[in-house]
């Protein structure tokens, strides 16, 4: 913990090396390392309202220029993900920012151990998942103490350098990284769920609500819950549910795909099939119809009918709702083949 005198200054000088920045004024770091349990100094508080902000602000600019085709909802998710205060207790972790703190030692005695108890499994988190892990990270909850120091030394550095906001993160972006980077931006489990629903013409809607202890966040698809989860911070709760609703979406389509791989297996070619049967048989041509179409103009869906007449009958079946006309024809096909003229297909006897 940081000391009055020497201690302070062995502060400074460490904070301005992991910047590579010298302060003009170094009065405004030292406030940042400034806890409200340290009396007769001011504390951090008021610059940590601002860092929250300018943080904010320096992070949706770096994304907007990241990547021009992110719509608005996406750079809200990302900026809200990456001022989280989980995201930024990891920052302080990474650095060992808190043992640079001006705190009570006996007033902060339960503090100190929360920081050392989610420090420690910070640590243990693997490096090469560290992009997804400070998306969700350990179960126990980060310490607030430790993103107010990071929004604290961030407001330092902006107010030091004149408020230019470039220059602020030229400066600052370094010790976010790569806690922060373009390529996260794959990986944030809302912005892929958004995504996902997108390109599969899915409607998507993330609720959340408090109850006075815990935000609760609910993913609903097309109409049906794929996630619900509880958090004290809402941001969390949202991007667990988030990750619950893909890993059941995944699972969906892999049955799904299953599903259609072993349907299209067995009614290739049933048009053709059934065609031959009619002709061997001496029917008439097979009849098809659309029954049914579904959704909007540029992705419909269909159920088509065939119709069979022999000699003496006439059998009508539907098939299964298909994303195109021919698809849904040969579905009808295979039906009129395998569950009404079962027994016409097996060779006679005679």
């Known amino acids: 913990?940081?000391?009055?005198?020497?201690?302070?200054?062995?502060?400074?000088?460490?904070?301005?090396?992991?910047?590579?920045?010298?302060f003009r004024d170094p009065?405004?770091?030292?406030?940042?390392?400034?806890?409200?349990?340290?009396?007769?100094?001011?504390?951090?508080?008021?610059?940590?309202f601002v860092g929250d902000a300018v943080l904010g602000l320096a992070i949706t600019s770096f994304f907007y220029l990241s990547d021009p085709t992110l719509e608005p909802r996406f750079l809200t998710e990302l900026r809200i993900a990456n001022v989280s205060t989980e995201k930024l207790a990891r920052v302080a972790v990474r650095h060992r920012l808190y043992r640079f703190l001006?705190?009570?030692?006996?007033?902060?005695?339960?503090?100190?151990?929360?920081?050392?108890?989610f420090t420690d499994l910070a640590m243990m988190e693997p490096?090469?998942?560290?992009?997804?892990?400070?998306?969700?990270?350990?179960?126990?909850e980060a310490p607030k103490v430790l993103a107010d120091i990071v929004e604290s030394i961030a407001a330092a550095v902006y107010f030091d350098c004149d408020s230019d906001l470039q220059l602020f993160w030229t400066v600052f972006r370094g010790i976010l990284e790569p806690i922060i980077t373009p390529e996260m931006m794959k990986e944030h489990p809302v912005m892929t769920l958004y995504k996902l629903c997108q390109k599969h013409r899915k409607i998507?809607?993330?609720?959340?609500?408090?109850d006075g202890s815990s935000n609760t966040a609910k993913v609903v698809v097309d109409g049906e819950v794929m996630g619900i989860r509880f958090s004290k911070q809402k941001n969390l709760a949202r991007l667990h549910a988030a990750r619950d609703a893909l890993q059941r979406l995944s699972?969906?389509?892999?049955?799904?795909?299953?599903?259609?791989?072993?349907?299209?297996?067995?009614?290739?070619?049933a048009k053709q099939k059934l065609n031959e049967l009619?002709?061997?048989?001496?029917?008439?041509?097979?009849?098809?119809?659309?029954?049914?179409?579904?959704?909007p103009d540029h992705c419909k869906t269909f159920i088509c009918s065939v119709q069979v007449k022999t000699e003496d009958k006439t059998f009508v079946i539907c098939g299964d709702l298909k994303?195109?006309?021919?698809v849904a024809e040969n579905s009808a096909a295979f039906k009129m083949l395998t569950e009404v003229l079962g027994d016409a297909i097996i060779p006679s006897s005679t």
């Open 1 to 22: 913990m940081a000391e009055e005198g020497g201690g302070m200054r062995l502060a400074v000088t460490e904070i301005e090396r992991l910047l590579n920045y010298t």
């Open 27 to 48: 009065s405004l770091l030292e406030e940042a390392l400034t806890h409200s349990s340290y009396a007769g100094h001011r504390s951090y508080e008021r610059l940590e």
């Open 102 to 117: 001006r705190r009570s030692s006996r007033i902060c005695r339960d503090l100190d151990q929360l920081v050392s108890k």
């Open 127 to 140: 490096e090469e998942d560290i992009v997804q892990m400070t998306y969700g990270g350990t179960t126990l």
């Open 204 to 210: 998507v809607d993330i609720s959340s609500c408090f």
């Open 251 to 269: 699972a969906l389509q892999a049955a799904d795909r299953e599903e259609a791989d072993a349907g299209a297996e067995a009614g290739v070619g």
């Open 278 to 295: 009619c002709n061997k048989k001496h029917w008439m041509n097979p009849t098809y119809r659309i029954e049914q179409e579904q959704g």
């Open 323 to 326: 994303p195109k006309v021919r």
